[in-house]
């Protein structure tokens, strides 16, 4: 790298950004424990809003009443939590138990601030993936390894056009997107455990497949999909074909199985034939069976991908190991997840107000999947979606009831089928408590829950409504994203903060703090674009192409003007030689349309035509020194002769 560069030497950034490094205490305390730590050092005050502050004994969570969410200026929380930001098409950053937003991850939507679809590598990458202009992310899950968090990637769908996006930990920003042949609206998205060999898209819309105009008028020969997809290449790798609609999904942690929730049995079109049987289904694919029928062959291509057939009547289920297997449960289920240790598939029912609760190990053993079915804990109206504790406790939101429901999963498993309710009216001993939330949850999301370890401190209900929560802005209100804190099995949950959010919330992963290692700067190994070193800078023209190399820094670009034609094609390749962290340059020419972030040690290309001869300002668009406004070029664009 350059030595010209007027900022702090490279050897002395500090990059030591994980918790161990940040403080010391971390390497000989376990993490809860650092907390109390804390505390005798004389840092109470400092400490309010941990989790572990007063806890006597090694494994308990600090008491209901002595926590809060408060973090002093300066310090920093004991988690990540990303967020889905529905229609906005991005990832929403924040830090628990301070619920502050930290940052917001553009991924299926250009964003100025980022330069995210502005530059050559991220527009091409949203073209690519079907150039659609907008996206609607609902599921952010986080990459594992051995069943817990690795820091690497994090993975979200677009349950609007069919897409599966990739984000690198790292740098905190989108790297890779595929648009899933085959399937339109792909709601679920998982990973398959216990070291993300896959992830999975689940596709909801049935459609003819192949979807090219020759079979419109059946629905009954619709079909949906789940799409496996490589992290590493994020190439779809295989789908299976099912019969009904698809909604949430979630993988064991073996690596055997994955399950998704199904509604429209009745292979309908409209709402009344979609709900029109009492009935519907968990279907538990059964993964290395799949993966045996791609490799000898039994599937159909279809636009480039093998298509193995695991509806009801396909060959593939009715030998001794089906492919898919189909549970019935009680009409439109919503959510399923695993339990941490892998015993437990559990669905909720939506519009029964009853848990399905599957037995993972007996559902390989029994001929009928029915069979493997050990509890149905009647809990409240509208179950959608259930977190855990890691304590043997489930947490599941109530959509109808505004409320969280806290219940012992054993306990309903042990009573099971004798509390089974006749007409779904009584509340199942199983529950443990209930506290209301505000209002209408969807999600919920509990600290490192889809992990084989929870840590049983914090939780998130994403909901639906605030309704009076909050200043009025108008006929569209915020959403409302709720901090409660579960490590307190005595006194009870305790709900400790408001927080409004963007339309429309959807489900999160909450990582700890510790398990990350975000970069300060850049590494110029990680990107295709040439790094321009001040010496290097040039202006190479061809055959009407205009490319122009050049570096940024305090408060100066590498060229004072450029000079180009009219009907020029112009790629600028800009690099941020500042070496000291959070040193932001961009290169602004509005018009142009063009917008690149550069943080330091970064490199980015962008290409536009220099359509309109005259005068046009470059500029530095984010504020980075007292000479800031100083900091630009002119862009001279000479008429065609």
Known sequence: MSDTTPTDDRDAIDSETTAEKRDPLFSRIPRRDFMKAGAA??????LAGCTGLLSDDDDDL????????????????????????????????????????????PVFGRESARGYGYDDRTSEMLEDAGGYSWGDTHHPRVSQTDNDYDGRWAFVNDKANGRMARIDLEYFETDAIVDIPNQQGTHGACCLLPDTKYVFGVGEFRVPMPNDGQDLDDPENYTSTIAAINPETMNVEWEVLVDGNMDNGDGSKQGRWFFATGYNSESATTESGMSASDTDWVKAFDVPAIEDAVEAGEYEEINGVPVVDGTRDSPLNS????????????????????????????????????????????????????????????????????????????????????????????????????????????????????????????????????????????????????KDRFLPVGPMHPENDQLIYIGDDEEGMKLVKDTPSYAEPHDASIVSADKLDPAKVYDPEDYDEEYIEPDASDIIREDGHVHVKMHSQRNEFGFQEVTVQEGDEVTFTVTNIEQTPDVLHSLAIPEHDVNIKLAPQETREVTFTADEPGVYWMYCAFFCSALHLEMRSRLIVEPAE
């Open 41 to 46: 050092a004389g840092a109470m005050g400092s």
């Open 62 to 105: 600090a008491a209901a009443g002595d926590v809060d969410s408060y973090v002093p200026p300066g310090e920093h929380d004991d988690y990540y939590a990303f967020l889905s930001g529905g229609h906005s098409g991005e990832i929403r950053v924040y830090g628990i138990p301070s619920m502050r937003q930290l940052m917001r991850i």
């Open 319 to 466: 030998g001794d190991r089906p492919i898919v297997r189909y549970v019935d449960v009680a009409k439109s289920p919503h959510g399923v997840s695993v339990t941490p240790d892998n015993q437990y598939a559990i669905a909720s029912g939506k519009l029964d107000p009853t848990a399905t609760v599957i037995d993972i190990e007996q559902l390989a053993e029994v001929d009928d999947p029915n069979d493997a079915i050990v509890a149905r804990p009647s809990l409240g109206m509208g179950p959608l979606h259930t977190a855990y504790d890691g304590r043997g406790h489930a947490y599941t939101t109530l959509f109808i009831d505004s409320q969280v429901v806290k219940w012992d999963i054993e306990e309903a498993v042990e009573a099971y089928p004798d509390d089974e309710p006749e007409d779904g009216d009584q509340e199942s001993p199983a529950v443990v408590e209930k506290i209301d939330v505000h209002y209408n949850p969807g999600h919920l999301i509990a600290a490192e829950s889809y992990t084989a370890d929870p840590q049983g401190d914090w939780l998130i209900s994403l909901n639906k409504l605030s």
